[in-house]
């Protein structure tokens, strides 16, 4: 395997960005030529050419990277999602179409500056947890080829763990955002059904598919679901988030719930890694509670003994229909037979079911996650390929109840086998607890100072304020409001709902000229940086986590955007800034010295 020359972490990249000590177009070209210096098995399907690529790096070269949370920050794909322009095959060849729009999520990371490098190799139609379910071949584990990677999102995953992407999208319906996490080394977020659109993905089970994230640490892979969360109203699935959710995090006491009897089909390794794991996670502050972990595993055999594969036959029924002999053998055997599935026993299944959660409902209730393993064991591809259903199924004792049971999920590394393979735990809680789960589990894993990925690298020591098993503080981003963010006002909820904390009231340098923008009400105001004299606005600085700016980013509207304001100590924050442009026509009221001061001579208040 050809070494990175750099870590991919998105920290370390914005920083070098913003510095001005990398460019994406060089950073892209570093990633192709180790791609084409022979990564060994089949991981990418398809890396984007020349071409295909110009496109966002010439509008990255007309932007500012401050402006755009993911400037630069290069991404795969797998390929049962579209990418426009980029033949998506779900690794079916005959199933192949070029789309002419992009999936939401990836038009969402487009935005925001992400570079998509390529697609992905996956199991057929998003079917299995191994692999190793594909004609284009089985994508080896990035620590030991002779092992599975995990599927279905097995591309996804290995091409982040041997740094040729920062952080890569997989899908999620019965564990595939999570295995092969952790076979990989990854982290591994299974957000709540509905919070990342599914619009412009293959279905697998429309009623339960995820988009996921595979990233190096849980820092990476939130500063990626803050700019992927965007409520879809297109997509009929879609959830928005409840407000209440974005600052959801116990503080340095929690409780999490551990399975009274384990299932490792007897890989002691595994057992051993997840009582390492547990002891870890109670030396962080959590007091373990045994529990029943019954209702959960009948709820997994649901997923593929009961009604539900019947989705999959509906998903792609049309083409399994026309050319039945275009899917694998494995894939088919798989699907097919839901032809003949019975109405009667879906709503029987249903019944099953809501009674099932009820009880998980009551066992979750008392607890802040719930803590097991992402697989019981793991195996090697020759032991796959002459066993194929029942080894895949037990791959999914701790993934395959989730969707239907509306849980949220992250895998997180947790330790390294004699025989040098990664293990990893999941952490999962209740439909929108992602930001609680996200939080335990980022303490988790920078506790043990594991390595990040196959790249060899470890945590940045900025990041690692939590190995010494002190609580762990979100990174943050200091952002500097100047209308009506500002305490007390009309927007400042947008600020506060995210986990926004005031540091201090402030004023810029005496540098700037301020507008009430034309229009309104409601009324917007422009910071401008003026060229000569100017005066100093009253502003407040305002702490923000890290993660909840793309979203705050968002929702700005133009001519304002993020920018960099001097303030009157001589720092410079993060802040509001306008576009020179619309000073024109725009009503100066620099001489106020703030926007309550403006506030107060409009009648009807309407100001934003």
Not at 143 to 164: C, E, K, W
Not at 249 to 258: C, I, K, S, Y
Not at 357 to 377: F, H, K, N, Q, S
């Given at each position: 395997?050809?070494?990175?020359?750099?870590?991919?972490?998105?920290?370390?990249?914005?920083?070098?960005?913003?510095?001005?000590?990398?460019?994406?177009?060089?950073?892209?070209?570093?990633?192709?030529?180790?791609?084409?210096?022979?990564?060994?098995?089949?991981?990418?399907?398809?890396?984007?050419?020349?071409?295909?690529?110009?496109?966002?790096?010439?509008?990255?070269?007309?932007?500012?990277?401050?402006?755009l949370?993911?400037?630069?920050?290069?991404?795969?794909?797998?390929?049962?999602?579209?990418?426009?322009?980029?033949?998506?095959?779900?690794?079916?060849?005959?199933?192949?179409?070029v789309p002419?729009?992009?999936?939401?999520?990836?038009?969402?990371?487009?935005?925001?500056?992400?570079?998509?490098?390529?697609?992905?190799?996956?199991?057929?139609?998003a079917?299995g947890?191994?692999g190793?379910?594909?004609?284009?071949?089985?994508?080896?584990?990035?620590?030991?080829?002779?092992?599975?990677?995990?599927?279905?999102?097995?591309?996804?995953?290995?091409?982040?763990?041997?740094?040729?992407?920062?952080?890569?999208?997989?899908?999620?319906?019965?564990?595939?955002?999570?295995?092969?996490?952790?076979?990989?080394?990854?982290?591994?977020?299974?957000?709540?059904?509905?919070?990342?659109?599914?619009?412009?993905?293959v279905?697998?089970c429309?009623?339960?598919?995820?988009?996921?994230?595979?990233?190096?640490?849980?820092?990476?892979?939130?500063?990626?679901?803050?700019?992927?969360?965007?409520?879809?109203?297109?997509?009929?699935?879609?959830?928005?988030?409840?407000?209440?959710?974005?600052?959801?995090?116990?503080?340095?006491?929690?409780?999490f719930?551990?399975?009274?009897?384990?299932?490792?089909?007897?890989?002691?390794?595994?057992?051993?890694?997840?009582?390492?794991?547990?002891?870890?996670?109670?030396?962080?502050?959590?007091?373990?509670v045994?529990?029943?972990?019954?209702?959960?595993?009948?709820?997994?055999?649901?997923?593929?003994?009961?009604?539900?594969?019947?989705?999959?036959?509906?998903a792609?029924?049309?083409?399994?229909?026309?050319?039945?002999?275009?899917?694998?053998?494995?894939?088919?055997?798989?699907?097919?037979?839901?032809?003949?599935?019975r109405?009667?026993?879906?709503?029987?299944?249903?019944?099953?079911?809501?009674?099932l959660?009820?009880?998980?409902?009551?066992?979750?209730?008392?607890?802040?996650?719930?803590?097991t393993?992402?697989?019981?064991?793991?195996?090697?591809?020759?032991?796959?390929?002459?066993?194929?259903?029942?080894?895949n199924?037990?791959?999914?004792?701790?993934?395959?109840?989730?969707?239907?049971?509306?849980?949220a999920?992250?895998?997180?590394?947790?330790?390294?086998?004699?025989?040098?393979?990664?293990?990893?735990?999941?952490?999962?809680?209740?439909?929108?607890?992602?930001?609680?789960?996200?939080?335990?589990?980022?303490?988790?894993?920078?506790?043990?100072?594991?390595?990040?990925?196959?790249?060899?690298?470890?945590?940045?020591?900025?990041?690692?304020?939590?190995?010494?098993?002190?609580?762990?503080?979100?990174?943050?981003?200091?952002?500097?409001?100047?209308?009506?963010?500002?305490?007390?006002?009309?927007?400042?909820?947008?600020?506060?709902?995210?986990?926004?904390?005031?540091?201090?009231?402030?004023?810029?340098?005496?540098?700037?000229?301020?507008?009430?923008?034309?229009?309104?009400?409601?009324?917007?105001?422009?910071?401008i940086?003026?060229?000569?004299?100017?005066?100093?606005?009253?502003?407040?600085v305002?702490?923000?986590?890290?993660?909840?700016?793309?979203?705050?980013?968002?929702?700005?509207?133009?001519?304002?955007?993020?920018?960099?304001?001097?303030?009157?100590?001589?720092?410079?924050e993060?802040?509001?800034?306008?576009?020179?442009?619309?000073?024109?026509?725009?009503?100066?009221?620099?001489?106020?010295?703030?926007?309550?001061?403006?506030?107060?001579?409009?009648?009807?208040?309407?100001?934003?």
């Amino acid at each position: 395997m050809t070494k990175q020359t750099m870590t991919l972490s998105i920290r370390h990249l914005r920083g070098r960005y913003l510095a001005g000590e990398v460019l994406p177009r060089d950073l892209i070209d570093d990633i192709r030529k180790r791609i084409g210096a022979g990564v060994p098995g089949p991981i990418w399907l398809h890396v984007l050419s020349d071409a295909e690529l110009e496109p966002y790096l010439a509008r990255l070269e007309a932007s500012d990277p401050a402006a755009l949370p993911l400037y630069g920050i290069p991404f795969a794909i797998k390929d049962n999602i579209d990418l426009a322009g980029v033949p998506t095959t779900a690794a079916c060849p005959r199933f192949a179409y070029v789309p002419e729009r992009s999936a939401h999520v990836v038009e969402r990371l487009i935005a925001a500056g992400a570079i998509p490098i390529g697609k992905t190799n996956l199991d057929q139609f998003a079917t299995g947890l191994v692999g190793t379910r594909s004609p284009f071949g089985a994508t080896p584990n990035a620590f030991d080829p002779a092992f599975i990677a995990g599927g279905s999102s097995s591309g996804s995953a290995v091409a982040v763990a041997q740094g040729l992407a920062s952080f890569s999208l997989g899908t999620d319906t019965a564990g595939s955002g999570r295995v092969p996490a952790a076979f990989n080394n990854l982290v591994g977020i299974k957000p709540t059904r509905g919070l990342l659109s599914t619009a412009g993905v293959v279905p697998a089970c429309r009623t339960l598919d995820c988009v996921s994230i595979f990233a190096l640490g849980v820092a990476d892979a939130q500063a990626v679901m803050a700019v992927a969360a965007d409520f879809d109203a297109d997509d009929p699935y879609a959830r928005p988030a409840p407000a209440s959710s974005a600052g959801q995090a116990p503080d340095g006491r929690f409780r999490f719930g551990v399975p009274r009897e384990l299932e490792c089909f007897g890989d002691e390794a595994s057992a051993r890694l997840f009582a390492d794991t547990a002891a870890r996670l109670r030396a962080l502050g959590g007091t373990p509670v045994e529990i029943d972990f019954t209702p959960f595993a009948e709820a997994a055999r649901l997923l593929y003994e009961g009604p539900w594969v019947a989705e999959r036959y509906a998903a792609i029924q049309d083409f399994i229909e026309a050319e039945p002999d275009a899917l694998l053998d494995v894939t088919r055997q798989i699907i097919a037979p839901a032809k003949e599935a019975r109405a009667v026993d879906a709503f029987k299944a249903q019944y099953r079911l809501a009674a099932l959660r009820r009880r998980c409902d009551a066992i979750l209730a008392d607890l802040d996650c719930v803590l097991t393993p992402t697989a019981p064991t793991i195996y090697r591809i020759a032991e796959v390929e002459a066993e194929p259903i029942a080894l895949n199924s037990r791959l999914g004792t701790y993934t395959n109840f989730m969707n239907l049971l509306d849980l949220a999920a992250v895998a997180v590394p947790a330790g390294f086998r004699a025989d040098g393979l990664p293990f990893g735990v999941t952490l999962f809680g209740a439909a929108f607890s992602d930001a609680k789960l996200a939080r335990i589990a980022d303490r988790l894993h920078r506790a043990q100072g594991l390595t990040l990925g196959a790249t060899g690298r470890r945590a940045e020591p900025a990041l690692d304020q939590a190995a010494s098993g002190e609580d762990a503080r979100p990174q943050t981003l200091n952002i500097v409001v100047c209308g009506a963010h500002l305490s007390g006002l009309a927007l400042n909820h947008q600020l506060t709902e995210r986990g926004g904390r005031l540091v201090r009231a402030a004023r810029t340098a005496p540098r700037y000229r301020f507008y009430a923008l034309p229009g309104g009400p409601p009324h917007r105001p422009g910071l401008i940086r003026a060229p000569d004299g100017g005066s100093a606005i009253q502003v407040e600085v305002w702490s923000l986590p890290i993660e909840q700016v793309g979203s705050f980013l968002a929702g700005i509207p133009a001519p304002l955007g993020l920018g960099r304001v001097e303030l009157d100590d001589g720092s410079w924050e993060t802040g509001f800034i306008c576009e020179g442009f619309a000073a024109e026509g725009a009503r100066d009221i620099s001489a106020l010295g703030g926007w309550r001061a403006f506030c107060a001579t409009i009648a009807d208040g309407a100001v934003a």
